[in-house]
């Protein structure tokens, strides 16, 4: 990814991030999506609203407080300054916790999404028509859905093979995966 610091915009609003290569994740700034979220256009009531739902959610016992970090955002006075952050599991955590009209088409989706993988566990082929019934939305031909989910079952037995021959490490699979592409 080219740009490593971003601005992200969500309802109109700018959202602060940061890539981290390390764990392949986005960072984003908790007291922007606060902001948005409140709808609160100033800084220092976010900020505020931010370290009370905090207090209340660490007293809570809620461990996705503990999930955030903070990094060195760059500030609207375009200095750098110690912001709290988190990835995307950990905001959408914490947006569960703000009472906010803004949040609740987020909550009612993460809900529906969570039913739908408790389907899919107890009948996986739920999991393989969903799939199907979104590539054909994006227009994919049958032939392309087909080969994909084929490609998909190949590629499954072949890292099971290599489980079962003692390839542990990432690097390994990388490198495997690189030489049945390149031929």
């Not at 979220?37 to 609203?49: H, N, R």
């Not at 393989?128 to 590539?135: E, F, I, K, M, P």
């Amino acid at each position: 990814m080219a740009n490593k610091k971003q601005i992200a915009i969500f309802e109109g609003q700018k959202i602060r991030r940061l890539w981290d290569e390390k764990k392949e994740l986005w960072y984003f700034s908790v007291i922007d999506i606060i902001s948005v979220l409140t709808e609160q256009p100033d800084f220092k009531k976010a900020q505020s609203y931010w370290t009370t739902l905090k207090n209340r959610l660490k007293h809570e016992g809620n461990e996705s407080v503990t999930k955030c970090d903070k990094l060195k955002l760059q500030s609207a006075d375009g200095k750098f300054y110690k912001t709290d952050v988190a990835d995307v599991e950990t905001i959408l955590r914490l947006i569960q916790s703000v009472p906010s009209p803004k949040a609740e088409p987020i909550k009612l989706w993460l809900a529906k999404v969570g039913y739908e993988r408790i389907q899919e566990v107890s009948d996986p082929e739920k999991a393989l028509n969903r799939s199907r019934n979104y590539w054909q939305r994006m227009g994919r031909s049958a032939k392309w859905i087909q080969q994909r989910m084929m490609g998909q079952e190949i590629r499954n037995k072949l890292t099971d093979y290599w489980q079962d021959n003692e390839v542990k490490e990432k690097d390994e699979y990388a490198i495997l995966t690189n030489i049945i592409h390149q031929e």
